[in-house]
Structures are given as C-alpha cells and as structure tokens.
C-alpha cells in the first residue's frame, strides 16, 4: 500500500505522523481490495520509482494509527 503523499523515506513519513499530519493510505490500480483498518504493509516511493522503504503499520478507517517498524 501507499501513503496519500509520496514520502521518499520511512524517516520522513515517521516526521509526519509525529507532527501530527493524518496519513492515509490506499491501493494503486485496483487489483487488491483496499483494507481500511488493521495492520499493513506500506512501501515507498510510490512507483515509478523504485521502491527504497517498507513499514508495518495499523491503519484505521484508512489513516495510520501507528507506524509499527
């Protein structure tokens, strides 16, 4: 899954979330349904561009809860 802002690393999505910005996340292309609540995979940046990061984190309603790792 994907963060509604195209954040270049964990550290930089961590420094949102700490600040209080509300993320949400999503499911580009439609192929897998799109989870709204419990725990998932988040990668970044968003393609095209080749994929440097990857957290867990539990989602609620679609906006991160809590960045697990």
Request: hydrophobic residues 35%; contains cysteine.
């Amino acid at each position: 899954m994907y963060t509604n802002h195209n954040y270049q690393s964990k550290a930089a999505l961590k420094r949102a979330l700490d600040a209080g910005v509300k993320v949400f996340v999503h499911q580009p292309g439609g192929v897998f349904e799109s989870q709204q609540n419990g725990r998932v995979h988040l990668e970044g940046p968003h393609f095209p561009q080749p994929h440097k990061w990857g957290a867990m984190a539990i989602i609620k309603n679609g906006c991160i809860e809590k960045l697990l790792k």
